[in-house]
């Protein structure tokens, strides 16, 4: 039993907060919280109706807000992307497909697969700059190349492009969904569109600024520089993040929970939001390694994060409450 002390103007009391049921208190008095007033030194029960709607505000009230916010990571692997020391990389997205890792080196206009310990590195090399990535299927990805308005659509396991989509406008944040490809346009709109490139139907954007997005089943999350937007599939912002300590946000990801996590380029950190925009948390820092990072890619199936700087990238294993 738990007694709470209240002051009033004349009078003290103290609420025993619990009751006893019919059998304990053997009909001697109905049972409810107990009101002892020490001016009076008298007690008054409760009726069963109000002891429940105060037993239930308490307890209420005594209960922590739940989120499902990772509690912890764990360092996997640190994988060195390069082939060599000389090699100047530039890597801006990453994604993680069973046992195989893909990286855009867009300075070099090529992706880099390789296992998930950093080994059998291999290159395909392509006639773009690409920035962005996307999972379509096992074997293939979407990239977005930017201004030079075009898609493409690579196998990776023949390591070849199977085909070329031509955009109106410079293509930015690429996400797949549901058999169809969202894509940034010119910053001002996200057109949805099937694997031949077919317009199905625009999404208006949240901000002057998008540069990624990522679907996730019925939302649609946006980034500009500052801000995570969490949209309908029709575009209504549902919640708006942001905070002084974001400063440059660079790509976005979502885990099996819908909590959302970002890139700092400049604070050289990954932030993760819960569901519902309310709660977040600095989940990975410099001091685990991060140095100007770019790309982030949460993997649903084994609850792995993989995130990439420049030149080299983590995996780490996620652990959830």
């Not at 206009?109 to 950093?118: E, S, T, V």
Request: charged content about 25%; hydrophobic content about 30%.
């Amino acid at each position: 039993m738990r007694i709470i002390t209240s002051f009033g103007a004349n009078l003290t009391c103290k609420y025993l907060v619990g009751y006893c049921s019919r059998e304990t208190c053997k009909g001697e008095r109905p049972h409810g919280m107990v009101f002892i007033c020490e001016k009076e030194g008298a007690y008054v029960n409760t009726s069963e109706e109000n002891t429940s709607n105060t037993e239930e505000s308490f307890t209420q009230a005594q209960t922590p807000v739940k989120n499902n916010l990772p509690v912890s990571v764990i360092l996997r692997k640190q994988i060195n992307i390069k082939k060599s020391t000389h090699e100047n990389l530039s890597i801006s997205s990453c994604i993680k497909t069973g046992n195989t890792l893909v990286f855009t080196d867009c300075s070099n206009k090529r992706l880099i697969i390789c296992n998930p310990d950093g080994t059998d590195i291999h290159h395909i090399p392509l006639s773009y700059e690409q920035h962005y990535i996307t999972y379509v299927d096992s074997n293939t990805v979407a990239l977005s190349c930017g201004g030079d308005k075009t898609i493409l659509i690579i196998n990776i396991s023949t390591r070849s492009v199977t085909s070329t989509i031509n955009t109106s406008g410079y293509c930015r944040g690429i996400s797949y969904n549901d058999n169809n490809l969202y894509v940034v346009i010119d910053r001002s709109i996200i057109h949805v569109m099937d694997l031949t490139g077919k317009v199905i139907r625009t999404i208006p954007v949240p901000s002057d600024h998008i540069n990624d997005i990522t679907v996730d089943r019925d939302r649609l999350v946006c980034i500009d520089n500052t801000s995570i937007y969490c949209c309908s599939l029709e575009g209504k912002v549902m919640w708006k993040f942001k905070k002084d300590e974001i400063q440059d946000l660079r790509r976005v990801t979502t885990d099996d929970e819908e909590n959302v996590y970002v890139t700092d380029w400049m604070k050289d950190i990954v932030v993760v939001v819960s569901d519902d925009g309310k709660h977040h948390r600095e989940l990975l820092t410099k001091s685990d390694g991060l140095n100007k990072p770019w790309g982030i890619y949460f993997d649903k199936k084994d609850n792995t994060l993989l995130v990439c700087n420049d030149c080299d990238a983590f995996l780490f294993d996620v652990k959830k409450q």
